[in-house]
């Protein structure tokens, strides 16, 4: 059997501190990509310049704009066109030897999955001691977890990783921080050459594609045998007053954004209870704790006309029963 064709993309945003170790990491796979790309999103030259330098294998795409995470993706997935897999990377991403390995054994495994993800540990001094390290570890992800108020988690995050999450298994949607996509998914996933929607710009754009490639009949897969680690920006146990407002504007209005285009009305009204349960809540914070919030909400009815287009095409193409994806919902 040929050995499939693989690429890796990183998508950066003026995290140069970090680029280097995840690209040292890449080059220490197992199985080694057939193409590594960087895409710098609003790109400063002088920096990206002393990372080419250095990595003169790496095929740099540096922008003039912000892309965000969705157009960047997409970029890369264009650019990497005759590629079976492709591993998506935030650059905070450092790789154990064997993870891109253990991610396309499982993909070349399943051909029903579309999208494939491993055990994220939380931080750069975790990398530092190594899978075989005896100091207990933090996970940071190991999938995510949705809940029947559509609230969406990342399983496992900040619990000590005692071997509570050993079994390679579906899950509902894989961290875009380190992600392994199939080609032949993306390819029947997209929306007018967009594969992640680029209306996201940036945060649950990996859950949006996830839950419209099993509505499409794809799996997600977590394989704990891929191991890698990610430095995140906060953590869920920080004072949400410090995460980026940014991030709170996308994250709210991406998740009614995700809502309108994937729903499936049967499973909507069953669990409409907890869902509104949790938009009344989160309207209620909003009112009184961060009112300049109401923005993205506000902002949907630009997004709206858009969403329930990309609805109508997800639905025609839709494979999956009420009660498959039902299951997930908990």
Request: aromatic share 10%.
């Amino acid at each position: 059997m040929a050995t499939p064709r693989v690429a890796v993309g990183i998508i950066n945003y003026h995290d140069y501190r970090h680029l280097p170790v995840c690209l040292d990491s890449v080059k220490r796979q197992s199985l080694r990509p057939d193409l590594v790309m960087v895409l710098d999103n609003q790109s400063n030259i002088g920096e990206i310049r002393t990372v080419a330098s250095a990595y003169p294998e790496v095929q740099m795409l540096s922008m003039q704009e912000n892309l965000g995470y969705s157009g960047g993706a997409n970029r890369i997935i264009r650019e990497a066109e005759g590629y079976e897999y492709i591993l998506l990377l935030n650059p905070d991403a450092i790789l154990d030897p064997r993870c891109l390995e253990e991610m396309v054994r499982a993909m070349e495994s399943m051909p029903d999955v579309g999208v494939v993800g491993g055990k994220l540990l939380l931080g750069d001094s975790q990398a530092d001691e190594g899978p075989a390290s005896s100091t207990p570890r933090l996970l940071d992800s190991t999938g995510h977890l949705v809940f029947r108020s559509r609230r969406i988690i990342d399983r496992g995050h900040g619990e000590l990783d005692v071997g509570q999450y050993e079994r390679p298994e579906q899950v509902f949607s894989i961290c875009g921080a380190a992600v392994l996509l199939r080609r032949a998914m993306l390819e029947e996933v997209q929306i007018d050459g967009e594969y992640f929607d680029e209306d996201f710009f940036a945060y649950k754009e990996d859950v949006d594609l996830c839950w419209r490639a099993q509505l499409l009949g794809w799996s997600s897969f977590y394989t704990p045998a891929a191991i890698a680690y990610h430095l995140r920006g906060w953590s869920r146990r920080d004072d949400r007053r410090k995460v980026p407002w940014i991030r709170k504007y996308h994250s709210f209005k991406n998740h009614y954004l995700m809502m309108i285009k994937n729903e499936i009305p049967a499973l909507f009204w069953r669990d409409i209870l907890p869902i509104l349960w949790l938009g009344i809540g989160a309207i209620g914070y909003i009112s009184i704790m961060e009112p300049a919030l109401w923005k993205s909400l506000l902002d949907l009815r630009k997004y709206r006309p858009r969403a329930q287009y990309k609805r109508r095409i997800i639905m025609r193409r839709r494979r999956a029963s009420a009660e498959r994806m039902g299951r997930w919902f908990v």
